[in-house]
């Protein structure tokens, strides 16, 4: 064991050279953004009711509690009696607040009868090695109204078109390789959870999404009351995408409008059901990187995900270097191309999947001859 300070909370964690199911308890240093972001989304919202379902060490729990500043009800939970243990000491070294620590099967701590008098959550977390499919709907109905509901996937090669055979057993989705695979594979994922919560007429909205080195996190808002209009506009965000490999276009499409060919002549790729609205909020994005203050490589993050809010550019981003590789020229700075391509009309933007990737509301054939150009 060693002890290392993140945030402003002091952990006891195990010392190991790699991570994999058989680590005896579980803690991810690089995960320590995700934490951070995790803490200013608790900040902000101020959940009262706050559920770790399967915290590892209870890093992000622990310092939820110990750095948000208010009275939050706080369960910490995990499965491996050591990682309980282990929890149990970081508890101690950190908190003067009431916390409830459990050792228990997550889908057994929120499975309980809430129909009679069990109280649900404001916010659960679920953060998982590997696919957090199996988690996910006893999460759902311990939430309250308005509750957040936080995934963690970090099995991105089903999703992103690696092995997609998996993402079919798993997620019940076609996935593919892309130029763009990283951002096919997170809205594959907020589709899964949202077509999962529509199943119990339950809406949801993104209110923050990110794709980070080996793994996809979404914060989702769950809408229970009046969720009728919630439910139907998660139902029209599902669709699926078109993709051409010889001419680089990608469009949405709704299952009833899939197209065989390309107008190249090339046949289209189809991926999906994924989801083809926002996946993060502009306003949610606003208040978070306010929220954050001091920590720079969350503000960044935040700040490049607000700039692809604009519902002029949800189309999947493209990648520059493919696009000058495959036309054999020189690569022109993105600012000179996103400079041309607003002078000529078209809307413009960076992406936080990738630093050559671009956000445009210009067909592909508009873009790659702005590019050709230089």
Same mark, same amino acid.
């Given at each position: 064991?060693?002890?290392?300070?993140?945030?402003?909370?002091?952990?006891?964690?195990?010392?190991?050279?790699?991570?994999? =199911?058989?680590?005896? #308890?579980?803690?991810?240093?690089?995960?320590?953004?995700? =934490?951070?972001?995790?803490?200013?989304?608790?900040?902000?919202?101020?959940?009262?009711?706050?559920?770790?379902?399967?915290?590892?060490?209870?890093? =992000?729990?622990?310092?939820?509690?110990?750095?948000?500043?208010?009275?939050?009800?706080?369960?910490?939970?995990?499965?491996?009696?050591?990682?309980?243990?282990?929890?149990?000491?970081?508890?101690?070294?950190?908190?003067?607040?009431?916390?409830?620590?459990?050792?228990?099967?997550?889908?057994?701590?929120?499975?309980?009868?809430?129909?009679?008098?069990?109280?649900?959550?404001?916010?659960?977390?679920?953060?998982?090695?590997?696919?957090?499919?199996?988690?996910?709907?006893?999460?759902? =109905?311990?939430?309250?109204?308005? %509750?957040?509901?936080?995934?963690?996937?970090?099995?991105?090669?089903?999703?992103? !078109?690696?092995?997609?055979?998996?993402?079919?057993?798993?997620?019940?989705?076609?996935?593919?390789?892309?130029?763009?695979?990283?951002?096919?594979?997170?809205?594959?994922?907020?589709?899964?959870? %949202?077509?999962?919560?529509?199943?119990?007429?339950? !809406?949801?909205?993104?209110?923050?999404?990110?794709?980070?080195?080996?793994?996809?996190?979404?914060?989702?808002?769950?809408?229970?009351?009046?969720?009728?209009?919630?439910?139907?506009?998660?139902?029209?965000? #599902?669709?699926?995408?078109?993709?051409?490999?010889?001419?680089?276009?990608?469009?949405?499409?709704?299952?009833?409008?899939?197209?065989?060919?390309?107008?190249?002549?090339?046949?289209?790729?189809?991926?999906?059901?994924?989801?083809? !609205?926002?996946?993060?909020?502009?306003?949610?994005?606003?208040?978070?990187?306010?929220?954050?203050?001091?920590?720079?490589?969350?503000?960044?993050?935040?700040?490049?995900?607000?700039?692809?809010?604009?519902?002029?550019?949800?189309?999947?981003?493209?990648?520059?270097?493919?696009?000058?590789?495959?036309?054999?020229?020189?690569?022109?700075?993105?600012?000179?191309?996103?400079?041309?391509?607003?002078?000529?009309?078209?809307?413009?933007?960076?992406?936080?999947?990738?630093?050559?990737?671009?956000?445009?509301?210009?067909?592909?054939?508009?873009?790659?001859?702005?590019?050709? !150009?230089?």
């Amino acid at each position: 064991m060693k002890t290392v300070t993140e945030g402003e909370t002091k952990l006891m964690v195990p010392v190991e050279e790699k991570l994999s =199911r058989k680590s005896t #308890v579980f803690f991810n240093p690089k995960m320590e953004l995700s =934490r951070d972001i995790s803490v200013a989304v608790a900040g902000l919202l101020k959940p009262h009711r706050v559920c770790d379902a399967l915290a590892g060490c209870g890093a =992000r729990g622990i310092r939820m509690l110990n750095e948000c500043g208010y009275g939050m009800d706080m369960t910490i939970n995990d499965i491996n009696p050591y990682a309980y243990k282990l929890i149990k000491k970081n508890a101690a070294l950190n908190l003067k607040e009431k916390v409830t620590i459990t050792n228990l099967d997550s889908n057994v701590l929120l499975g309980v009868d809430y129909e009679h008098g069990a109280e649900r959550y404001d916010y659960v977390d679920i953060d998982p090695f590997g696919t957090p499919v199996r988690f996910i709907e006893p999460a759902l =109905r311990a939430l309250n109204n308005n %509750a957040i509901l936080a995934v963690t996937a970090t099995d991105t090669a089903p999703l992103c !078109g690696t092995y997609p055979k998996a993402c079919r057993r798993k997620y019940d989705a076609v996935s593919l390789k892309t130029d763009y695979y990283d951002e096919s594979g997170l809205r594959i994922l907020i589709a899964y959870l %949202a077509r999962l919560a529509t199943k119990y007429n339950i !809406g949801v909205t993104p209110l923050f999404s990110h794709s980070t080195l080996h793994y996809f996190r979404t914060y989702l808002q769950i809408h229970k009351i009046r969720s009728n209009r919630y439910v139907n506009e998660a139902i029209e965000n #599902v669709k699926y995408i078109q993709h051409c490999f010889n001419c680089f276009r990608r469009e949405f499409r709704d299952l009833d409008e899939l197209e065989s060919f390309c107008e190249c002549g090339e046949k289209y790729k189809t991926a999906g059901p994924l989801w083809a !609205g926002d996946f993060a909020d502009a306003k949610f994005c606003d208040k978070l990187g306010e929220k954050l203050s001091e920590k720079k490589e969350a503000i960044k993050l935040v700040e490049l995900i607000n700039l692809e809010t604009d519902p002029g550019i949800r189309i999947p981003y493209y990648d520059v270097h493919k696009i000058c590789k495959s036309s054999g020229i020189s690569i022109p700075t993105m600012d000179k191309i996103m400079e041309t391509l607003k002078e000529n009309g078209f809307k413009a933007a960076r992406t936080h999947f990738s630093g050559v990737g671009l956000r445009t509301d210009a067909p592909a054939d508009k873009l790659v001859g702005v590019i050709l !150009g230089f």
